[in-house]
C-alpha cells in the first residue's frame, strides 16, 4: 500500500501544476499563432473564430503529449 507523506504529495502538486501550465501553454500558442496569420491575411470574423478554435485543438493535442511528459520529469526529480 501506498504511504503519502507531504513530500511525496507536494512533489505530486508540483508535477499536475507543470502539466497543465504545458497543456495551457501549448493552446494559447498556437491558437493565437493561428488567429495571428488568419489576421495577417485579413480573413473574415469567421473564419478567423475557425482557426482559433483549429488552434486550440491542436494545442490541446500536441500539449497531452508534452505535458505528460513534463509531469514525468517533475515526478522523477
Known sequence: ?????SES???L???AIAAFSVLGGCMAYLSGYYASQALAQGQPPEYLSQQVNEGLGLGFRF???LSIVALMIMLWS
Open 1 to 5: 500500500m501506498f504511504s503519502l507523506d
Open 13 to 15: 502538486l508540483e508535477g
Open 63 to 65: 500539449g497531452s503529449l
Open 9 to 11: 504529495t507536494r512533489g
